[in-house]
């Protein structure tokens, strides 16, 4: 080497903010010694990006004047090179660097990640041609020029620095046989090329960046890296304003889904949620009439056109004819990845578990976007699929009826469709809410009901009340947010169809013929209205339960619910994932008796719990008295005192 200036720099661009290990061979610097040049190194990068990627060579062994040269150029015995700061980094950041070890490796790939973030531009850099190099420029603009061209030449450098580090680590895994887990270093290295694609998604090689993501989605060994690299896409189709970078991810994991016979992860599916499709396939038709017809027009007229094309890169708006284009494209490739899971005939049971619930909520989020021609064969594949309905998870067979409902309100509303083959599998569903594994789904029934009966109208009043009963029935089973939830809905459905609150009525005063069947596969076929919704008494004393309780009042009451069941839902299903119920906490110094109804919280209801024997017109029965001693209403002891004897020693029982 060359000796140094008196201030140890190394001038100009390759000086290391003046750091004397600059020019030192990795292998001769102690750990902490690089540590300090690789912090040095980014502060000064960072301070004056201009100079960061120039090198220095000097002439005769003899320092002297410097000039500034690329890193891929050729040396002259006679010259000895200075490397550029950013090229030292990468230096330090190459484990097979002799002398480098993993940690030193580690901290100098997580530096240059956040060198590259903070100094990449938001435009995709055009490198000049030989004719417009050819044409006297001015001075900024050559250095302009030779700046972008050496940035790009050490991002490329990261690039395949990154590759090869993760591809290295995750074959040693596999050769080892211990699980195939990739190295602490490669998985370092993955997560950097994610957090690449996410900053810079529109920037040069980013389809080289896009594919390593993609594969690594479905990758087996490493949780860690399967979830960041799906977290990646997701960010990708959600921040994609003109959806030509989302159209190219989501063909790659259409691709990638078919190269693997749908060997994936259902995380891979989930990412597609992400994508904000708006634009319907017939207007996208229209979009690309309205393209080819621009394309034929800029063909008169190239030297406009190129005009043109270069005063679109440096817009930062959203050309709509190219989104609606790339949407289109896009909702293809999904569609038909979605499809490919539903028509799957290899897969084992456990596999289209798994696949089939994030394909139908895929298509029931996008099937108001498809063509006609499209509608047919999805609705054939669904009727397929709910006839074995009880054989397939819930959330799966909930997910089937909503794609069902989403296509009729949207594309398939002109097709003469009688929607009773989607209810008759909601309706045997509603059962299976009652479960705590079920019950996570109840926000999912709810948006099935909602579009069953609220979103559209129901002619069968039968249909609506043996709906009412049988979520009834099932609230009495469910943890009580799921319960809530139900609830709320029913009495929606209670108001939105005022004929269906005959259910409200005592069973001594009902006018009907026949028996209910709890057990009817058609709700026509279930006779309601021989019934009543008794339910809904037991629902209103249900102990640590005050929302359960109120919304049983509101029903029993019949009072309107408020105007989003689903927004309830969402609330009072959070205890529900946690698998527990939440206790609420007993009044401090209560008796424990009296605590444990005083989570229905006002005074008014407090005092009115308190029985007064001299109020009733009749003696109370001995059940009655020992509902005295839980403090209930007169309003309840009387409801309940009007139904059979059978069902009142039921209450007692379930109450002691």
Not at 148 to 165: D, F, G, V
Not at 328 to 348: C, I, M, P
Not at 550 to 570: I, L, N, Y
Request: glycine content about 8%; some cysteine.
């Amino acid at each position: 080497p060359p000796p140094k200036d008196e201030d140890g720099g190394g001038g100009g661009g390759g000086g290391g903010g003046g750091n004397p290990d600059m020019d030192v061979p990795v292998g001769e610097l102690t750990p902490q010694r690089r540590c300090d040049l690789i912090a040095d190194l980014s502060e000064s990068i960072l301070e004056d990006p201009s100079t960061a990627f120039s090198s220095l060579q000097t002439h005769g062994g003899q320092r002297g004047r410097a000039a500034e040269v690329d890193d891929e150029s050729a040396e002259d015995p006679q010259q000895y090179r200075i490397p550029s700061k950013m090229g030292k980094v990468l230096e330090l950041a190459d484990p097979s660097t002799r002398g480098n070890d993993e940690r030193t490796s580690r901290l100098a790939t997580l530096s240059a990640l956040a060198v590259f973030q903070d100094v990449l531009p938001t435009y995709r850099i055009r490198l000049p041609t030989d004719a417009e190099r050819s044409v006297r420029v001015t001075k900024e603009t050559k250095k302009l020029w030779d700046y972008e061209r050496r940035l790009l030449q050490h991002y490329q450098r990261y690039l395949k620095l990154l590759e090869r580090t993760w591809s290295s680590g995750r074959d040693a895994a596999g050769s080892s046989g211990g699980g195939g887990a990739p190295s602490g270093l490669a998985v370092a290295s993955i997560l950097c090329l994610c957090e690449l694609l996410k900053a810079a998604p529109h920037f040069n090689f980013r389809s080289n960046v896009l594919s390593v993501v993609v594969r690594q989605m479905n990758h087996g060994g490493c949780d860690e890296v399967s979830g960041a690299c799906c977290a990646a896409v997701s960010h990708l189709f959600a921040t994609d304003a003109q959806g030509e970078v989302a159209l190219e991810a989501a063909r790659l994991v259409a691709k990638m889904a078919k190269e693997r016979k749908l060997a994936i992860r259902p995380e891979v599916l989930r990412t597609l949620l992400s994508l904000p499709l708006r634009v319907h396939e017939d207007e996208a038709q229209a979009a690309k009439i309205a393209q080819a017809a621009n394309a034929k027009k800029r063909k008169r007229d190239r030297e406009a056109a190129e005009v043109d094309s270069d005063l679109k890169e440096g817009e930062a708006s959203v050309d709509k004819i190219i989104l609606a284009r790339a949407q289109s494209d896009t909702l293809q490739a999904v569609t038909l990845t979605y499809f490919r899971v539903l028509k799957a005939d290899g897969l084992s049971d456990g596999r289209a578990a798994e696949l089939l619930p994030p394909a139908l909520e895929g298509l029931a989020k996008f099937a108001h976007l498809i063509n006609m021609d499209t509608v047919e064969d999805l609705l054939d594949v669904l009727r397929a699929m709910l006839k074995r309905a009880g054989s397939l998870p819930l959330d799966a067979a909930l997910n089937c009826v909503l794609t069902a409902f989403q296509t009729l309100e949207g594309p398939g509303r002109e097709m003469q469709i009688d929607p009773k083959e989607y209810v008759l599998p909601l309706y045997a569903q509603i059962p299976r809410l009652g479960s705590e594994s079920g019950a996570r789904h109840t926000d999912l029934a709810l948006r099935c009901m909602t579009s069953a009966f609220l979103r559209r109208k129901e002619y069968s009043s039968v249909r609506v009340a043996a709906f009412v009963k049988r979520l009834s029935s099932a609230a009495l089973h469910a943890p009580p947010p799921a319960s809530a939830a139900m609830l709320c809905f029913v009495r929606q459905l209670l108001a939105r169809y005022p004929s269906s609150q005959r259910l409200l009525e005592n069973e001594q005063d009902i006018v009907a013929s026949g028996a209910y069947a709890p057990d009817a596969e058609d709700p026509e076929h279930s006779n309601p209205y021989a019934a009543s919704v008794w339910e809904l008494a037991l629902l209103r004393f249900r102990a640590h339960a005050p929302v359960v309780a109120e919304q049983a009042d509101g029903a029993a009451a019949g009072r309107t619910g408020p105007p989003s069941p689903r927004r309830d839902a969402r609330e009072d299903l959070r205890g529900v994932d946690e698998g527990r119920i939440r206790v609420l906490r007993r009044a401090e110094g209560e008796p424990e008796e009296a605590s444990s109804f005083r989570g229905r919280g006002e005074e008014e209801e407090a005092a009115s719990a308190v029985h007064h024997p001299e109020e009733d017109r009749e003696s109370p029965s001995e059940e009655v008295v020992l509902f005295d001693k839980w403090k209930h209403s007169e309003r309840a002891l009387l409801q309940m005192a009007s139904m059979s004897q059978q069902k009142l020693h039921l209450l007692v029982l379930l109450a002691t």
